[in-house]
Nanobody
Framework: QVQLVESGGGLVQPGGSLTLSCAAS????????MAWYRQAPGKEREFVAA????????NYADSVKGRFTISRDNAKNTMNLQMNTLKPEDTAVYYC????????????????WGNGTLVTVSS
């Protein structure tokens, strides 16, 4: 059974940092682009960051550029999202996704979704 499991969410004060992790099991995604998405209460799911299969090419939403860093470890079948200078508007459930193909694009289908981890930014 293929699974993507997110961890690392929690409550953090504005300006704080968190690191989210995504662990894959059941198959490897070394040849797939991986990405993070988030869904805030009452809003649609939106793209946050993506990384290509080699971990060289990275894409970020404008709202997180310069604050978030995506990375992956293909040997461990894991992906991380380092989130710095967090803002209340970053509050959302964050989802890990494995895309079809080695390079990410908005049109590339998502093969698998994780169940999400909640990040709450509040004082």
């Amino acid at each position: 059974q293929v699974q993507l499991v997110e961890s690392g969410g929690g409550l953090v004060q504005p300006g704080g940092s968190l690191t989210l992790s995504c662990a894959a099991s059941g198959r490897t995604f070394n040849n797939n682009a991986m990405a993070w998405y988030r869904q805030a209460p009452g809003k649609e799911r939106e793209f946050v960051a993506a990384i290509n299969w080699r971990g060289i090419r990275k894409n970020y939403a404008d709202s997180v550029k310069g604050r978030f860093t995506i990375s992956r470890d293909n040997a461990k079948n894991t992906m991380n999202l380092q989130m710095n200078t967090l803002k209340p508007e970053d509050t959302a459930v964050y989802y890990c996704a494995a895309h079809s193909g080695g390079d990410w694009s908005r049109l590339a289908p998502v093969l698998y979704w994780g169940n999400g981890t909640l990040v709450t930014v509040s004082s």
